[in-house]
């Protein structure tokens, strides 16, 4: 029998038993799901699926109401409130589907911002931000505001600001959703650049393009529970 050869890789992401109830309603039913090291797991499934609080719980903005979810090492269920926040903020970057920019902050503050919340000093925070607008292609617009941005150029500013503090793993929640078809695949090339170079993905979509382009392993999820997984061949 051969080995995994993924086996050896560390477990960044690990879900162990976990249900989430709202009232009556099980968001989630006893999921458990592990992530390693440079993985990229596409997260599918149809509205009310649970997806949405599977990806909140890995990011410690919701709790379970039993189980474990543990993130690079840390039991999240053992972080209080602002333990959490800063745990995310060191450790965890966020991708949103509608950008989730400050409006009254040019391209650049809303990047370097992500930074100076962990304590960085704001002249060593801007630097990293520059470089990163740079590497993504947009330093020429680093004073332009959210509003004066294309869509496209918006979303490279948020994973500019998602990597500003090198996390241990990249959520992506319909990262694609609000772009048109040629801003929604350079992200794409993005997202496949960033995995090829080790970053660890989680993405929830409703897009089989972006799971087939961007994902390694496809997890899809029906009433809470994680109903079939499997590995994916990246397409070009």
């Given amino acids: 029998m051969t080995s995994d050869p993924d086996s050896s890789r560390q477990v960044v992401v690990r879900l162990d038993d976990v249900h989430k109830e709202y009232g009556h309603v099980k968001a989630l039913d006893g999921v458990r799901l592990d992530i ?3 993985e990229a797991v ?3 499934g149809p509205s009310g699926c649970g997806k949405s609080t599977l990806l909140n719980m890995v990011a410690g903005l919701d709790r ?6 543990q993130v ?3 039991d999240l269920g053992a972080l209080n409130e602002t333990g959490l926040a800063l745990f995310r903020r060191r450790h965890i970057g966020m991708i949103f589907q509608f950008f989730n920019l400050i409006d009254d902050l040019p391209a650049l503050d809303n990047v370097a911002l992500a930074a100076q919340l962990t304590g960085t000093s ?7 931000a520059l470089e990163l607008l740079d590497e993504l292609g947009i330093a020429d617009r680093k004073d332009a505001y959210p509003a004066a ?14 990597l500003m503090n090198r996390p241990a793993l990249l959520l992506a929640d319909e990262p694609t959703g609000a772009l048109d078809s040629r801003s929604g695949e350079q992200v794409m090339d993005l997202l496949i650049d960033l995995n090829q170079i080790g970053q660890t993905l ?3 979509t409703h897009d089989p393009h972006l799971a087939s382009r961007c994902a390694s392993r496809l997890i899809e999820v ?3 529970r994680v109903s079939s997984e499997s590995q994916l061949e990246p397409t070009a």
């Fill in 36 to 38: 390693r090291a440079g």
């Fill in 42 to 44: 596409a997260v599918m």
């Fill in 64 to 69: 379970p109401t039993s189980g474990t979810v």
């Fill in 72 to 74: 690079h090492g840390q």
């Fill in 122 to 128: 704001a002249r060593q925070a801007r630097r990293r």
């Fill in 149 to 162: 941005l294309s869509g496209g150029e918006r979303q490279r500013v948020a994973v500019a600001r998602s």
């Fill in 202 to 204: 989680l993405i929830v």
């Fill in 222 to 224: 029906a009433d809470g």
